[in-house]
């Protein structure tokens, strides 16, 4: 059974960082697709970013260079560093992971995760002004 498991929400002053990470469990990412979602106040949930096993990251249109998606094979986590800060990008947090198909299809994406990604249960950010 995949489990995914997110850490390193909290609440953070504007312009201020974070860092969330992601461990799995009964799930390797370097199998797959993998990334971040976030749900803000308001808003439907939206993509945020995801990497492939080659490294290659997409990422949202409101990232505007804030955000970065890495990976750490050896532990088999995932993470979001997350900087410059602001209110708006208060909200749940997130991680999901899919496995490649038996067929040639390597494309990650958010829609990709959408699908039948298997996803955590969230971590809380709270950016304050």
């Known amino acids: 059974q995949v489990k995914l498991v997110e850490s390193g929400g909290g609440p953070e002053q504007a312009g201020g960082s974070l860092r969330l990470s992601c461990a799995a469990s009964g799930y390797t990412f370097s199998t797959g697709c993998m990334g971040w979602f976030r749900r803000v106040t308001g808003k439907e949930r939206e993509f945020v970013a995801s990497?492939?096993?080659?490294?290659?990251?997409r990422y949202g249109d409101f990232m505007q260079g804030r955000f970065t998606i890495s990976h750490d094979s050896a532990k088999n986590e995932q993470y979001l560093q997350m900087s410059n800060l602001q209110p708006e990008d208060t909200g749940v947090y997130y991680c999901?992971?899919?496995?490649w198909g038996p067929g040639p299809n390597r494309y990650c994406s958010g829609g990709y995760l959408e699908e039948r990604g298997n996803w955590g249960q969230g971590t809380q950010v709270t950016v304050s002004s």
């Open positions: 990497m492939d096993t080659n490294g290659f990251t």
């Open positions: 999901a992971a899919r496995p």
